[in-house]
Every structure is written in C-alpha cells, then in structure tokens.
C-alpha cells in the first residue's frame, strides 16, 4: 500500500498535538509513514511525543511551540515551514469556553475567534492553496458533533465548529478534481478507552481517539466528510 508520504508529502502538520486526538493522530501519520511537525502550547509534552514517534515508528518529528490564540502565531508559523515539504495538515487545535453566553467574558469568545475561525482559515486557505497548485496533499479539519445544531451553554464553540464544517465541506468541492484531499471529521464522544458494557447511548457510540482518527483518515479521497 502507498504510504501517505509517497502519495502527499514528507511532513504532516498537527496542530494541536499534545493530547487527545491530536497525539493520536499524529502517530497514525506516523505509522503512515510521514515524518511529523507536533504544533502545540506544551513544549514537554511535545517533545515526549516526538521521541515516542521516532522510537516506535522510526519517522521524524519535530516540535513548533505555538499559542494558535495570538493573531501572528499562524504566519509565523507559515514562515518557519516554508522550506519544508508539508503533505497534510491536521487541524485538531480548538479552544471552548463553557457557559451562560452574556455572563462570559468576551476576552474569552476573542480567544476562541482566534484559534478556531482565524488562524484556521489563515492555513486552510494558504495549504488548500498549495496543495491543488501540486496536484496533491491532504488537509483534514477536526470538527464536533457540536457544530450540527446550537449549544446552550456552548454557543460560540458550536457556531466555530459549524464554520469550520461549513467552510472544509464547501472548499472540498471546490477542489475536487485539482488532486488536493480536503476532509472534515465530526467527533463524537471520544473516550480513553470502551466501555466492555455500554450502559446507554453515549457509550455504544464512543470510539478512542485511536479509533477515531484511524477510520477517519480512512476517508482521505473518498469523502468530503466523515
């Protein structure tokens, strides 16, 4: 089978990679065969990462310690990879405030603004680019089931994630035949590890984060979203 080197690029871009989804992902690229760029606000906890993806799969990885909530974090961040060959990036990084929406801060909604509406509109607009102008690469947004319908208590977070959605779904078509794979991947609940007995509902639909970004990347090519 092509590794997604081969049939994208050398490098794979995560965004948000300390944790979760976000270092599940990278180490299913890693085992995908891509060297690994490990984006995130937690320096330590990137570099053990990165020498975890070296040792178990033998593939690069390198740390960019970036705050996606500064409004020059996503140039910058374009300036210092510009001589690399990145393939595909995963944007896993969000940020959610929870709670009543006019008791919250708005400092805090300007956060959110950031991380999830402008920096990533910034880069999927500069790699959509680049990748249909190469013919290939693949760029793969983390949305939430959140982003279906309004949130009480969340409402900002879900208006983000159904920008996000809205936007990966429309810019997917849009390039569909320029050899450029753009996927938007809904999480549902996601859980350290399944339960053996679902009790209700919520457990027999949780996947790991494993799971999720295994059968997710599954569908790079093959759908819009997933």
């Not at 995560?14 to 690229?29: D, F, K, S, Y």
């Not at 969000?94 to 956060?111: H, K, N, R, W």
């Not at 494993?210 to 997710?216: I, L, M």
């Amino acid at each position: 089978m092509q590794s997604y080197k081969e049939k994208y690029g050398q490098w794979a871009l995560v965004l948000g990679a300390t944790e979760g989804i976000g270092r599940a992902g990278a180490i299913e690229l890693a085992h995908r065969g891509m060297d690994i760029i490990l984006v995130g606000r937690r320096e330590d906890k990137l570099h053990e990462l990165a020498e975890f993806i070296k040792s178990d799969s033998g593939h690069g990885a390198m740390v960019m310690e970036y705050d996606l909530a500064l409004p020059d974090t996503a140039g910058r961040l374009l300036l210092d990879t510009a001589d690399l060959e990145i393939g595909l990036v995963c944007y896993v990084a969000s940020e959610c405030c929870e709670g009543p929406f006019v008791q919250t801060p708005y400092a805090d909604f300007e956060d959110m603004l950031q991380v999830n509406v402008r920096s990533f509109t910034r880069l999927l607009h500069h790699f959509a680019g680049l990748f249909c102008q190469r013919g290939r690469g693949a760029f793969v947004t983390i949305g939430a089931l959140a982003g279906w319908t309004g949130q009480p208590n969340c409402s900002v977070y879900a208006a983000h994630k159904a920008y996000m959605m809205s936007l990966t779904e429309g810019v997917a078509y849009e390039l569909r035949d320029c050899g450029a794979h753009i996927l938007m991947l809904a999480a549902g609940p996601i859980v350290e590890r399944k339960p053996t007995r679902p009790v209700n509902a919520h457990d027999a639909c949780a996947l790991t984060a494993e799971e999720f970004v295994s059968e997710g990347f599954n569908q790079l090519g093959l759908k819009r979203s997933y």
